[in-house]
């Protein structure tokens, strides 16, 4: 049974940090290159990050470049986003995705989803 779980999500003042966590089962982990997308209420679902299944490659937003960091950890079946100089507009619920070998900034690029997790940033 594939399975994406995302922890870390939470209420963060402006100007603070998160970590957002994945955790992968039931697939191929190695194989699939993994992306972060985020939905704000009344948004359409948007790319944040994403990263090549063999670590070989990352990519953001532009709106996230230079503030949040995807990593992943094979052995462990994780993937990671550190985020930084949060800003009230990063608010949404933060879902990973997984895409066999491939990554793209296009959801209907990604096969496996995660149910998401929420970050609120105050100002």
């Known amino acids: 049974q594939v399975q994406l779980v995302e922890s870390g999500g939470g209420l963060v003042e402006a100007g603070g940090s998160l970590r957002l966590s994945c955790a992968a089962s039931g697939f191929t982990f190695s194989r699939h290159g993994m992306g972060w997308f985020r939905q704000a209420p009344g948004k359409e679902r948007e790319f944040v990050a994403a990263?090549?299944?063999?670590?070989?490659?990352?990519y953001y937003a532009d709106s996230v470049k230079g503030r949040f960091t995807i990593s992943r950890d094979n052995a462990k079946n994780m993937v990671y986003l550190q985020m930084s100089s949060l800003k009230p507009e990063d608010t949404a619920v933060y879902s990973c995705?997984?895409?066999?070998?491939?990554?793209?900034?296009?959801?209907?690029?990604?096969?496996?989803w995660g149910q998401g997790t929420q970050v609120t940033v105050s100002s």
């Open positions: 995705a997984a895409a066999f070998l491939r990554v793209g900034i296009h959801p209907n690029e990604y096969r496996y």
């Open positions: 990263i090549t299944w063999n670590v070989g490659s990352t």
